[in-house]
């Protein structure tokens, strides 16, 4: 087990059959350089650590450094960690250099933050540095007993295997969390620490648990839950949002040349802006009434549902796809928006299906009008009704039967005279 001095602890389970081998590690800090299980072709072996110490410094302490920095799971049996894990720098100190990564490379390892006595050990502390977790296999933070994170410098979850962020108490550690694969599941309330969350890929599930975080970037991955992630800002580049977006004042941009689909039903009230790229519903009113649309060079796609905005503006040419459904797509009064002379094309608009409403009396708004295209009734302009309903300015086809009728009666009168 890990001895008093900072060395590589090797536990080897090859003596152990089927059977789990508990370690008290008493009321001592275990000092080691990495801490790795190596692998044995027994099942249902492995190591628990524990103590029945209430001291302030029990526990597992790893320094930085060395093969394994931080914790390796060879073995194909779950390591069980019943005492706090602290990280330090090589030298022992505090600081980015702390850095360390728990690997669940061949089995699983759960810290699971039961520990006895009114200890104000944190159940993992990075001691500065950030925190990677890694492996094909499942590591867990936190089940029946604290559960928490401190420290800087943030968490990155690397590797195809699920971390659960579990426990009775918050994550309170700061910097960006960040997702690139495999899944992150939050077991409880504010897991995902107080700095800002960025999914590069992976799956982030929240189910019940309420998350409030700092600025949210979602560049590739899945995001789940029915409860409310918020945010102080929301980059959205691509991706799936199938929770629910929170935060009164709290804006929205879609950047980038991916699509992102909201399905969760959506409570930020601060603006939709979409740079570039695709913006899709994925069900009916998915963003707050309240939330003003902002185009500038992107596509908000219906994706044929229907929707409630506040006002309509425009910075560059942008499009708005009604899809293939039945939408009815409503904003409020707009003639006060400056389109700047940016074009907005309308596609997919199936008359007698959909509609566009933009405020209610269709005063006001001759300048926008004239900007819209209509791309599938040949880029005719827009048209508003007393009700505010835009439409095609198309000509009434009694009118185009006129109109081809008398070209042919002046092509005969030429035929005649020749």
């Not at 850095?99 to 502390?125: C, H, L, W």
């Not at 913006?279 to 998915?286: E, F, I, Q, V």
């Not at 006002?311 to 797509?329: V, Y």
Request: aromatic fraction near 8%; include cysteine.
């Amino acid at each position: 087990m890990p001895s008093t001095g900072p060395q590589l602890s090797i536990f080897d389970p090859a003596a152990l059959v089927n059977q789990i081998f508990v370690i008290d590690v008493a009321g001592t800090p275990r000092n080691s350089v990495g801490i790795r299980f190596d692998f044995t072709a027994a099942a249902n072996d492995g190591f628990t650590f524990s103590t029945a110490n209430t001291s302030v410094n029990i526990g597992l302490q790893s320094r930085a450094g060395g093969t394994v920095n931080g914790i390796l799971n060879n073995d194909n049996s779950t390591q069980t960690i019943n005492v706090p894990f602290r990280m330090f720098t090589s030298a022992g100190g505090f600081g980015s250099g702390a850095a360390q990564t728990i690997n669940a490379a061949a089995g699983d390892i759960i810290i699971t933050g039961a520990y006895p006595g009114t200890s104000t050990n944190v159940t993992v502390n990075n001691g500065g540095g950030r925190l990677t977790i890694d492996g094909a296999f499942n590591t867990t933070i936190g089940t029946t007993g604290r559960g928490d994170i401190a420290g800087t410098n943030g968490l990155t979850k690397n590797g195809s295997g699920t971390l659960t962020l579990g426990g009775t108490l918050p994550n309170i550690y700061t910097g960006v969390t960040v997702i690139n694969s495999g899944t992150v599941t939050a077991n409880k309330a504010n897991a995902l620490g107080t700095g800002a969350l960025t999914m590069n890929g992976g799956i982030l599930n929240i189910g019940a648990n309420a998350q409030t975080v700092g600025a949210v970037t979602n560049a590739g991955g899945t995001m789940n839950g029915n409860a409310t992630l918020t945010g102080t800002f929301y980059n959205m580049v691509s991706g799936v949002v199938n929770l629910n977006l929170g935060g009164v004042g709290v804006a929205l941009t879609k950047t980038g040349p991916g699509t992102l689909s909201l399905n969760g039903a959506n409570t930020y009230t601060g603006p939709t802006r979409i740079e570039e790229g695709i913006l899709r519903l994925g069900a009916a009113d998915r963003i707050a009434d309240a939330s003003n649309l902002q185009l500038a060079g992107g596509t908000f796609d219906t994706g044929g549902f229907s929707e409630m905005l506040g006002t309509l503006d425009l910075d560059l040419n942008s499009m708005i796809d009604f899809g293939a459904g039945d939408s009815d797509l409503v904003f409020l009064d707009s003639d006060a928006q400056d389109w700047g002379g940016s074009l907005l094309t309308i596609v997919n608009w199936t008359p007698g299906l959909d509609s566009l409403r933009i405020g209610t009396d269709g005063l006001g708004f001759d300048t926008q009008l004239a900007l819209i295209r209509f791309a599938d009734f040949g880029n005719a302009p827009g048209q508003i009704d007393a009700n505010g309903f835009v439409t095609p300015a198309v000509p009434e086809p009694s009118s185009y039967a006129l109109a081809v009728l008398g070209g042919f009666a002046f092509w005969c009168f030429l035929r005649r005279r020749k």
